[in-house]
Antibody, heavy 122, light 110 residues
Framework: QVQLQESGQGVVKPSETLSLTCTVS????????WNWIRQPPGKGLEWIGY???????NYNPSLKSRVTISVDTSKNQFSLKLSSVTAADTAVYYC????????????????WGQGTLVTVSS | QSALTQPPSVSGSPGQSVTISCTGT?????????VSWYQQPPGTAPKLMIY???NRPSGVPARFSGSKSGNTASLTISGLQAEDEADYYC??????????FGTGTKVTVL
């Protein structure tokens, strides 16, 4: 059974960089695409971006200038960096797998981590 | 990209049917059969319930069904049960090769 686990800072100061890692267990990080999704307290889901295991990325246009997603296939991990954070970036951050089969990838997220709360505060 | 529009809340009695709408544009919902739905009980991670408009993953009860017409997708829960009480979100692929979620709908079982 595939499992995803987020780890990283719980509190980040304004203007600094948020860094999170998602560790994938029970399956290989290869042959899928990997997403970061966030949810501010009491609000809805926001897609942040994805990375294919090959390293190809795509980001939400509203966050693109501040986001970097990277992958380390040797560790079965992928990571998120969000720079110049403000209070508006306070949220539960989820990592999620995008489904692929063979050479085709599809538009749904079938496995999710439990989420980690990141608070931006001085 | 703007969030897809969902009603804030819907409710129904056990055994009844409820339908949640998800309205987008011709750049997302209207152009692709790549709409998925997620269930999120309080304090938990979202769970995939429907993919590609109307397909159910293994293990999802048959009372959950999806459809689409034009720029609007819909999720119907038939035979509502107490365990279905949760927040529900739609998601769509977009013409920018990105993804966008809906605003979310709280389902209450009366």
């Amino acid at each position: 059974q595939v499992q995803l686990q987020e780890s990283g800072q719980g509190v980040v100061k304004p203007s600094e960089t948020l860094s999170l890692t998602c560790t994938v267990s029970g399956g290989s990080i290869s042959s899928y695409y990997w997403n970061w999704i966030r949810q501010p307290p009491g609000k809805g889901l926001e897609w942040i971006g994805y990375i294919y295991y090959t390293g190809t990325t795509n980001y939400n246009p509203s966050l693109k200038s501040r986001v970097t997603i990277s992958v380390d296939t040797s560790k079965n991990q992928f990571s998120l960096k969000l720079s110049s954070v403000t209070a508006a970036d306070t949220a539960v951050y989820y990592c999620a797998r995008g489904y692929c089969s063979g050479d085709s990838c599809y538009s749904w997220f079938d496995y999710w981590g439990q989420g980690t709360l990141v608070t931006v505060s001085s | 990209q703007s969030a897809l529009t969902q009603p804030p809340s819907v409710s129904g009695s056990p055994g009844q049917s409820v339908t949640i709408s998800c309205t987008g544009t011709s750049s997302d919902v209207g152009s692709y059969n790549r709409v998925s739905w997620y269930q999120q009980p309080p304090g938990t991670a979202p769970k995939l319930m429907i993919y590609d408009v109307s397909n159910r993953p293994s293990g999802v009860p048959a009372r959950f069904s999806g459809s689409k017409s034009g720029n609007t997708a819909s999720l119907t829960i038939s035979g509502l049960q107490a365990e279905d009480e949760a927040d529900y979100y739609c998601s769509s692929y977009t013409s920018s090769t990105t993804y966008v979620f809906g605003t979310g709908t709280k389902v209450t079982v009366l």
